[in-house]
Antibody, heavy 118, light 108 residues
Framework: QVQLVQSGAEVKKPGASVKVSCKAS????????MHWVRQAPGQGLEWMGW????????NYAQKFQGWVTMTRDTSISTAYMELSRLTSDDTAVYYC???????????WGQGTLVTVSS | EVVLTQSPGTLSLSPGERATLSCRAS???????LAWHQQKPGQAPRLLIY???SRATGIPDRFSGGGSGTDFTLTISRLEPEDFAVYFC?????????FGGGTKVDIK
């Protein structure tokens, strides 16, 4: 069965960076894009971008360009999302979600809480 | 960017009642690329409906989706206790992908 398992919660200081991982299993990792979506406390869902695990190509939402980096390691079927220059506004749960052409985001990771606090 | 507006913000209903949720887009969305997700407290979203009206794997048939162009709906024919949650619509046909603000279905 498809599973996306994310890394654990993080606490960071303002100005720092955070790197969240998402390990995929139960399917061919390079066959599906991986999206990243975040959700601030009590708020809605915000799409950040995707990575094509096959080519490494990326597409970031304009808001996050120059600020987010999505990478992957195909040898361990893991995608990464790194966000730099953190502020308190980046406190959120970060989700990875598999992307398909027909079904959109059909499987989601369990989420990683990132707390930015001095 | 396609802006999705969901209404109502909160829907208070009793188990067994019918729920109708609305999602309106700022510009036309291809019916092939409109999805609905369910989210319960402390959990990740779960895909319910894709392509406007197709149920995802394992989703019961009391959930149905419809609409076209700029107006889409999610209907839950008879609310079960486990259906009380927040529902988000999403368009995935154009970048950036966007989500509606959500409709909370709570127990009356």
């Amino acid at each position: 069965q498809v599973q996306l398992v994310q890394s654990g919660a993080e606490v960071k200081k303002p100005g720092a960076s955070v790197k969240v991982s998402c390990k995929a299993s139960g399917y061919t990792f390079t066959g599906f894009y991986m999206h990243w979506v975040r959700q601030a406390p009590g708020q809605g869902l915000e799409w950040m971008g995707w990575i094509n695990p096959n080519s490494g190509g990326t597409n970031y939402a304009q808001k996050f360009q120059g600020w987010v980096t999505m990478t992957r390691d195909t040898s361990i079927s893991t995608a990464y999302m790194e966000l730099s220059r953190l502020t308190s506004d980046d406190t959120a749960v970060y989700y990875c979600a598999r992307g398909t052409v027909s079904q959109g985001n059909d499987y989601w990771g369990q989420g990683t809480l990132v707390t930015v606090s001095s | 960017e396609v802006v999705l507006t969901q209404s109502p913000g909160t829907l208070s209903l009793s188990p067994g009642e019918r729920a109708t949720l609305s999602c309106r887009a700022s510009q036309s969305v291809s019916s092939s690329y409109l999805a609905w997700h369910q989210q319960k407290p402390g959990q990740a979203p779960r895909l319910l409906i894709y392509g406007t009206s197709s149920r995802a794997t394992g989703i019961p048939d009391r959930f149905s989706g419809g609409g076209s162009g700029t107006d889409f709906t999610l209907t839950i024919s008879r609310l079960e206790p486990e259906d009380f949650a927040v529902y988000f619509c999403q368009q995935y046909g154009s970048s950036p992908l966007t989500f509606g603000g959500g409709t909370k279905v709570d127990i009356k």
